[in-house]
């Protein structure tokens, strides 16, 4: 009798006591490196979701190392940081306390769900042996120049008291509380990510990602072709060259820009505004301090409000001076924060001109509409003023002077160079993507390793002092001021200058937890060093990772700073290769009787209780037979039987056959299905196609089976080998009863197949029209009367003896004959 939880236990201990899933990474050959994206140890325990994830992407290790590759399969903790710190608050015990017994859980879990991980290299961010590195690679960019403080307006979130990275804040909220976000100033650490825009992107053309992930990155860097033109102050702020700057993608429409607009928080906001409009401007502008910055980048929805500065600016093609607004749709840190407003071409600026009664000029139109022999530099507006909806291929400039009647894309660039040649801009290019603010003025995490000295500055702390140790301190809340938990704690602070040896103060804000994630998987094959952060010949020989499966929501944060960090280490010489990952899957979403699973639904499934009721095997089949890994699949309670089902049969065909003793083959249909499988089952595993594979390992069984044949063992011991990544522990037990040498992990080979074997017998088959042989045809062996036919109605010497006549009698011989009798 199959007993899962009997099987389960004894080959997770043999496993464990005889080292079969800790590779020996100098001596292996041929280094397989299967990362999957460690969690954070929560204390709800592992969430299906997690296990879904290591699920898939076990089976995929486990199949590679069937095949003869040297697969290290590592797991860690990523412990630091908001979510552990919250939940500690929640509970009342400090995270020094509940991080260790959380990650014990999850030890125990991840050994249950039966998963390859070698359990020797194990990484947890909050050891000092490990941000020790953290930090080392914090002063790394220091060094650089690519760290720097700046005074930045952040996303604060009032309810956990932290600032938020943009990517933390979905629609205006936190991501984490759901509470809504606001803007404040503060001094913070940032990354200059975007100084590694560009190669961000043009390594995305190279690497071996998911599409979606790709896109993903792209849309967030967001790159966009345009020009810097500048417009000089005109009116009562101008003649002293002073300018406003505008960064545009449409520089074609030049000429029909009737007004511009500034971001509230603009510098030459105050230097344009007069003093009849000064009282009504400073209202709009504090007013706009208070909205949330999320709630603003929808421009498109909200309506439109500004005010007039009472100033202008000169628009430099036209020579005309055009009113300055001020307007909250635009903001301050895309592009200069200020733009040339051309209502007749852009549908924000064209409602705004509406509402406030400002001139709207036509400047881009398509050719075809324009009225016979009408002289470009001159066309008059048309009825429908919406017209700027419509785009067509055809489209060129007019009422734009000398360069009316050019097409728009050529009109654009030779405005752009026109301007560039009296220095009045140039083209130039904008990314989407901001800096990483690193800082976090929370507790959860490991201080910056920054000293600030009266009289030298922001220096590194140097590397031999590192670890800073992150203090146990009593009172670790967050503090509603911006200011962190341990500048609370003088013997923290208080230090000495490394440069000048006087008294200084250390930084208190701790990094975020991106940080921590952004390297752990350089970290994996080096952990029994604590004298470099990785080690250079393992290095080599283990990285980039070979193959990365996780989850899509990490399209744009850990997967973007993971590729930034490495560019870094690779441009300052620690890496030789500039992409982490090889190759990268996201899988798809667990979902349950179709909504998402979540607490607030209660429909959280607890993977223990399944694990313990099915077995991990059961449960790891039965999670990938949901629906295409990459897609995501739908969890149903009723679903489990047919997984369980199946592996129960796999075990009482193995021990029949076993039994039996019987080998060979003696059924040429069985054998054929066999073959057939082994192609299926590896082109879909190497697909990541679990679903369909396990759909065909269960058809082959059926073919065994079939009218209650008891099986071979040259039919059987290949399914288990076929099975094992799905079900390691039953397929290890079957295999050893079969008389294989443990671990089948390390013994079994992958079975192959052969072409030959899966060619389908053919016979020939004469076909008579009411009695008189006409054609021949190839049919399969035992092909049924409908598929005969078919295959005969298909010869044109067959058809052409019908010629369109009613078939009155079909006489179908099998594998012998068919005649077809017509009227
Ligand atoms: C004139 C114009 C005419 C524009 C037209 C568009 C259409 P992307 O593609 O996203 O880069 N813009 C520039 N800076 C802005 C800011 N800080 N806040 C709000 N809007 C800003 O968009 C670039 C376009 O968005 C720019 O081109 C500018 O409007 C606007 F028919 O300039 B355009
Ligand atoms: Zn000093």
């Known amino acids: 009798m ?96 509940l991080i260790p017994s959380n990650i014990r859980n999850f030890e125990r879990m991840l050994r249950a769900a039966g998963l390859m991980t070698d359990w020797s290299r194990t990484v947890d961010t909050t050891d000092p042996r490990y941000y020790r590195w953290t930090q080392w690679i914090f002063v790394q960019l220091f060094k650089a120049g690519l760290a720097e403080k700046k005074e930045a307006a952040v996303n604060w979130c009032p309810k956990d008291q932290t600032v938020l990275a943009n990517e933390q804040v979905i629609g205006g909220l936190c991501e984490r509380c759901d509470a809504p976000v606001e803007q404040r100033m503060l001094s913070q650490w940032f990354f200059r990510i975007t100084d590694y825009a560009q190669r961000l992107l043009d390594n995305l053309e190279w690497i071996d990602w998911s599409e979606t992930t790709k896109t993903a990155q792209r849309n967030w860097i967001g790159r966009s072709d345009g020009a810097r033109l500048h417009f000089p102050l005109a009116g009562a702020a101008g003649g002293d060259g002073d300018r406003i700057e505008v960064f545009t993608t449409r520089p074609d429409t030049l000429f029909g820009a009737t007004f511009m607009v500034l971001a509230p928080e603009h510098p030459l906001v105050e230097r344009l505004t007069t003093d009849e409009r000064r009282d009504e401007v400073e209202t709009y502008v504090r007013a706009a301090a208070a909205i949330d910055l999320v709630e603003r980048q929808k421009a498109d929805e909200r309506e439109k409000t500004g005010v007039f500065t009472g100033g202008y600016a000169r628009n430099p093609a036209t020579g005309e001076d055009v009113p300055v607004w001020v307007a909250d749709y635009v903001l301050m840190d895309y592009g200069t924060g200020a733009i040339m407003a051309v209502p007749g071409h852009d549908e924000r600026d064209f409602n705004f001109a509406v509402d406030f009664g400002l001139p709207i000029v036509e400047v881009v139109r398509s050719r075809a509409s324009l009225p016979e022999g009408a002289d470009p530099r001159h066309v008059p507006p048309e009825e429908d003023v919406a017209a700027f909806v419509q785009h067509t291929s055809d489209e060129i400039l007019i009422n734009s002077g000398r360069f009316s009647g050019m097409e728009a894309d050529a009109g654009g660039r030779a405005i752009t160079e026109w301007l560039a040649g009296n220095d009045l801009g140039g083209s130039e290019v904008n990314y989407r993507l901001h800096d990483w603010c690193i800082s976090r003025q929370r507790y959860w995490g490991p201080p910056i390793p920054i000293i600030y000295c009266d009289d030298c500055g922001a220096q590194a702390v140097p590397e031999e002092d590192l670890p800073v140790i992150l203090p146990y301190v009593e009172d670790f809340r967050p503090t509603a001021t911006g200011v962190s938990p341990l500048a609370r704690d003088a013997a923290f602070h208080a230090t000495t200058c490394p440069a000048c040896g006087s008294a200084a103060r250390r930084e208190t804000d701790v990094s975020d937890t991106f940080l921590d994630s952004g390297w752990y998987f350089l970290r994996y094959p080096s ?69 998402k699973i979540s607490k607030s639904r209660g429909n959280v499934i607890l993977p223990d209780e399944y694990i313990e009721r099915f077995g991990a095997d059961t449960f790891r089949m039965y999670l990938m037979f949901l629906g295409p890994f990459q897609r995501g699949g739908d969890f149903r309670d009723s679903g489990l039987a047919g997984p369980e089902r199946f592996l129960k049969k796999v075990w009482d065909s193995v021990t029949a056959a076993a039994e039996s003793g019987r080998k060979g083959f003696d059924d040429p249909d069985v054998e054929r299905a066999l073959h057939a499988a082994i192609r299926q089952i590896t082109e879909e595993l190497e697909a990541l196609s679990y679903n369909t594979a396990i759909a065909a390992a269960m058809d082959y069984l059926n073919a065994v089976r079939f009218g209650g044949r008891t099986a071979s063992i040259d039919e059987v011991r290949p399914l288990v080998v076929l099975i094992a990544p799905i079900a390691p522990h039953v397929a290890e037990e079957l295999w050893a009863r079969l008389g294989g040498a443990s671990s089948l992990f390390d013994h079994a080979e992958w079975p192959t197949w052969d072409e030959g074997k899966l060619a389908v017998d053919e016979v020939e088959l004469p076909v008579q029209v009411n009695g008189r042989l006409r054609a021949t045809i190839r049919v399969a062996r035992g092909a049924p009367e409908e598929v005969v036919r078919e295959a005969a109605l298909a010869e044109a010497k067959v058809s052409r003896q019908l010629d369109g006549a009613q078939i009155r009698k079909v006489i179908h011989v099998p594998d012998r004959m068919l005649n077809l009798v017509v009227a």
């Open 2 to 97: 199959y007993d899962p939880s009997a099987v389960e236990a004894k080959w997770q201990t043999w496993w464990e006591e005889n080292g079969t899933n800790e590779p020996d990474l100098d001596a292996a050959e041929r280094p397989f490196f299967n990362l999957m994206m460690y969690p954070y140890p929560s204390a709800e325990g592992l969430h299906v979701g997690n296990l879904y994830a290591f699920t898939g992407a076990d089976i995929y290790g486990r199949f590679r190392r069937l095949r003869g590759d040297d697969v290290f399969e590592p797991i860690g903790y990523d412990a630091f940081g908001i979510h552990s710190e919250n939940h500690a608050l929640k509970v009342n015990t400090h995270p020094m306390e």
């Open 527 to 595: 952990t029994e060093f604590d004298d470099r952060p990785f080690d250079a010949e393992r290095t080599r020989k283990w990285l980039p990772v070979s193959s990365y499966i996780g989850g899509e929501e990490h399209s744009v944060l850990h997967l973007l700073y993971s590729r930034f960090l490495t560019m870094v280490l690779s441009d300052l010489g620690h890496l030789d290769f500039e992409e982490p990952y090889d190759r990268f899957r996201k899988h798809g979403l667990l979902i349950r009787e179709g909504a």
